[in-house]
C-alpha cells in the first residue's frame, strides 16, 4: 500500500495515516490588590500543559526519508511551562 509506483505512491487513499492526539490544558490563577485609591496590582501564575502530558510529534513521511524510517517519531512537542508575573496599574 505505501510502496513506490510509477506516477504516483502506492495505492492507499489519501488521509490513512495519523498523527498521536494532542493533549493541552493551560490554567491561570490571579490575584488583584486594590492600593489606596489609584493604584492597583496584580499577581499572576500561568501554567502551559499543566499536567505535563507527553505530545508526539507527527510520524516521518516516506517522501522525507525514505522507507527505511517511515512512521517513526522523532520529536515531542513543549513539556509543562510555568510563567509568573507582577503587574503595577496607576
Do not use: C
Amino acid at each position: 500500500a505505501f510502496s513506490d509506483a510509477i506516477g504516483h505512491f502506492g495505492s492507499s487513499g489519501r488521509g490513512v495515516l495519523y498523527a498521536p492526539g494532542y493533549v493541552d490544558w493551560d490554567f491561570a490563577l490571579l490575584k488583584n490588590f486594590q492600593i489606596g485609591e489609584r493604584f492597583r496590582t496584580q499577581i499572576r501564575g500561568e501554567f502551559f500543559n499543566l499536567f505535563n502530558h507527553t505530545n508526539l510529534g507527527s510520524p516521518v513521511t516516506y517522501t522525507d526519508y525514505g522507507p527505511s524510517i517511515f512512521g517513526h517519531i522523532y520529536s515531542a512537542r513543549a513539556a509543562r511551562q510555568i510563567q509568573l508575573g507582577i503587574k503595577f496599574m496607576f
